[in-house]
């Protein structure tokens, strides 16, 4: 199948593409890599009047850093952090996530903005942001704001941006040379969608710790109080995962629940391997 009719638009600005955006009434649509909407398009699953590209925006592929957090232009591809062309803030957790994201001609052209936005549950990007606690800053028709992570995604391919709002940048906290973090998602075959993602960042210098379950049709799912508890204790010898699962995907069948505790597992035992 081929797309509906619709009108392509290239504004010049972030300012432009915000203002052109907004006079549509919700019938308009941002692209930028095109990895998620391209297809949604092609099969008419997306039907938008109005299709503006900010690809090229050098506004959206700048980089601001200071010494507590690095701020990412929501157009930078997955490609500029898998070959290390950014700054990490996190100790090489990007570019270690980056590199597992689909295939390399979707890291070439697809960007960080686009995937948050998109919040497809299974996605790198969506569950490694809860994970590491990140801001989004977005900027729509009345001004800029800012939304922790864990707010953003609301459900399965919903988030709260509105309308006429667009994501501008991605801000990360500084991980300390203490931190670790693991990362391990389980599919059927490299570059095909996650079945289960586990995560855990432990920083002791900053007082941080969350672990994240991914790919649950549904937001990431935090776990703060495991995080904390395996810290604390240096180890998970002595916790329940499965009950732990259990508990957090009480109507999973018991294949998801059994890829979801492995997938967590093996993230923990990346930070704490006895």
């Not at 803030?89 to 980056?98: D, E, F, I, L, S």
């Not at 391919?157 to 990360?172: A, G, H, P, Y």
């Not at 937001?219 to 002595?238: C, F, K, M």
Request: net charge negative; with cysteine.
């Amino acid at each position: 199948m081929k797309p509906a009719p619709f009108d392509y638009n290239k504004p010049a600005s972030l300012s432009l593409a915000v203002s052109q955006l907004s006079e549509t009434s919700g019938s308009g649509k941002i692209i930028a890599g095109g990895q998620s909407l391209g297809p949604m398009l092609n099969l008419r699953l997306a039907r938008p009047n109005s299709v503006f590209d900010i690809r090229q925006l050098e506004e959206l592929r700048g980089i601001q850093s200071d010494a507590d957090s690095v701020s990412y232009g929501a157009a930078i591809c997955h490609v500029d952090f898998e070959d290390g062309l950014v700054e990490d803030a996190t100790q090489g957790m990007m570019r270690h996530v980056a590199g597992g994201i689909a295939h390399r001609a979707v890291r070439n052209r697809g960007t960080i903005g686009g995937s948050l936005a998109h919040a497809d549950p299974a996605a790198d990007w969506v569950n490694t942001t809860v994970a590491l606690n990140a801001t989004f800053t977005v900027l729509g028709a009345t001004g800029r704001r800012t939304i922790a992570a864990p707010d953003f995604f609301l459900g399965a391919f919903t988030t709260s941006l509105n309308d006429d709002e667009v994501l501008e940048k991605i801000t990360i906290p500084r991980l300390s040379d203490e931190a670790a973090w693991g990362y391990y998602k389980i599919c059927r075959k490299k570059g095909e969608f996650a079945e289960a993602i586990g995560i855990l960042v432990v920083d002791p210098i900053r007082g941080y710790a969350r672990a994240v379950m991914g790919a649950v049709d549904a937001p990431p799912i935090v776990l703060d109080d495991l995080a904390r508890s395996i810290a604390e204790a240096g180890t998970a010898r002595d916790i329940n995962l499965d009950q732990v699962v259990q508990q957090a995907l009480p109507d999973a069948n018991p294949i998801s629940l059994r890829h979801h505790c492995v997938a967590l597992q093996r993230a923990i035992q990346q930070v704490y391997p006895s």
